[in-house]
């Protein structure tokens, strides 16, 4: 917490005065920014303390830099996230503060949510179509699973596809950092308990489930999906 009375300083000054122009202008992701000289003239300040501004905004995803093209408007990013996350969840793997443990927990209860919402949002007549590209997925986790492992990407692929009907674009967002935290540290779980052909079948229940608007079963088929991910935890807990 900052000290009753402090001045902030020309960087944080920078910072916010870079925010405010973006709001100002209307700008989106993607559009062009003023040039570090630019920002220089216009703010009256320094240029190390543009710089530094500058690069704790690229940081936080606020602006990006590409050199030799210019400086523009951010696009939103859980990297650091993602990567905080990650470091400290390998480093309480072991713990009772498990945080790989506690993620999963948020994000089964969100996916949980999720179905529901879908279920309750979609179209029963217009079901099928809206769906359809899920069929596809599950028909590559049968085959990859008969051949061997489920690849990542496809696990992945079926839950963005899920809930893409909800068009809330930081579902993904969400969802797609809480994955690659856990993907990135799965092996350090040790081996699954359930089969390849369990994981094809798990998702393959959450899709009829929705399909058929079948709440319970829906509950149901989230609850079995991180049920081996939950043993895992517990078993790495025990040592």
């Given at each position: 917490m900052p000290v009753a009375g402090r001045r902030p300083s020309r960087a944080t000054e920078v910072q916010?005065?870079?925010k405010d122009i973006i709001l100002r202008r209307g700008l989106v992701a993607g559009d062009p920014l003023p040039t570090e000289s630019e920002l220089m003239e216009e703010l009256g300040i320094g240029r190390n303390s543009v710089r530094e501004a500058l690069k704790v905004l690229q940081a936080?995803?606020?602006v990006d830099i590409r050199h030799g093209f210019g400086m523009f408007v951010g696009r939103m990013s859980l990297a650091g996230f993602v990567d905080e996350l990650a470091f400290h969840s390998r480093m309480t793997m072991q713990d009772e503060r498990n945080h790989l443990g506690h993620l999963i927990e948020i994000r089964e209860v969100l996916e949980s949510?999720?179905?529901l919402r879908l279920i309750d949002s979609l179209d029963s007549g217009d079901l099928p179509a809206q769906l359809a590209p899920i069929?596809?997925?599950?028909e590559q986790m049968r085959a990859e699973a008969a051949v061997g492992a489920i690849s990542p990407e496809t696990d992945r692929l079926f839950h963005d596809l899920l809930y893409r009907p909800l068009r809330n674009p930081l579902v993904g967002q969400l969802l797609g950092a809480f994955w690659q935290v856990y993907h990135?540290?799965?092996?350090?779980?040790g081996t699954p308990d359930e089969s390849p052909a369990d994981v094809?079948?798990?998702?393959?229940?959450?899709y009829r489930a929705v399909l058929t608007g079948d709440r319970a079963a829906a509950t149901e088929a989230m609850r079995e999906h991180f049920a081996g991910v939950r043993s895992r935890l517990a078993?790495?807990?025990?040592g």
């Open positions: 916010e005065a870079v936080v995803g606020i949510g999720l179905v069929r596809d997925v599950i990135e540290l799965r092996d350090d779980l094809a079948r798990t998702h393959r229940d959450i078993r790495l807990a025990r």
